[in-house]
């Protein structure tokens, strides 16, 4: 907001407002023409993995997504993946996969998403800790793939979410990459 206020008003030397010049005014008044919001929501994210085998069977388990696969329309005859759940989809890119276009920077581990449930936490914290040994290799960072403790040793926590305050527990991904599960309070 402060930068649409600078369209109108700028700053002498001394510091005191100042009316612009019409063309900022100008300016301002074409930006209220775009079609409000802009963007209508997500239609997907992806996220890189360094297993697809792996990580399909942890997220199908741990976050009870359906494992989707379907044709690349940008390489037709190349086989992806997609985790699905509700109306939503988070395309998984292995790591080195061979797709245009890419992030400039694709990297293991560095997602940090939130997911909505209306499962109870505690019963998804329940789940996790019942099952995520089951995915575990010896080599394994040993944070991954692990509910994770937070602030005063506990797992569950409130955080605040697009919608107001949360609820929420995490759990790291067989990569690193954070997971967020939350109630919407």
Partial sequence: MDDIAELLVGTDSSGALQPEPMDARQ?????????????????????????????????????GVAVHQFESAANPGVKRFALVFGDQKINLHEKAMATTPLAMNPQVGSADLCFWTNVPVEHVLQHWQTHFGAFLRDTDDPRVGRPVVCESNRYIVARTGAHGPLKSVYIYDLDGNLIEVANRE
């Avoid at 300016?27 to 997907?44: A, C, N, S, V």
């Fill in 27 to 63: 300016k301002f008044m074409e930006l209220q023409m775009l079609p409000q919001p802009l963007i209508q929501g997500i239609d997907h994210v992806v996220i890189s993995v360094s297993n697809m085998v792996r990580s399909c069977n942890w997220y199908e388990k741990m976050l």
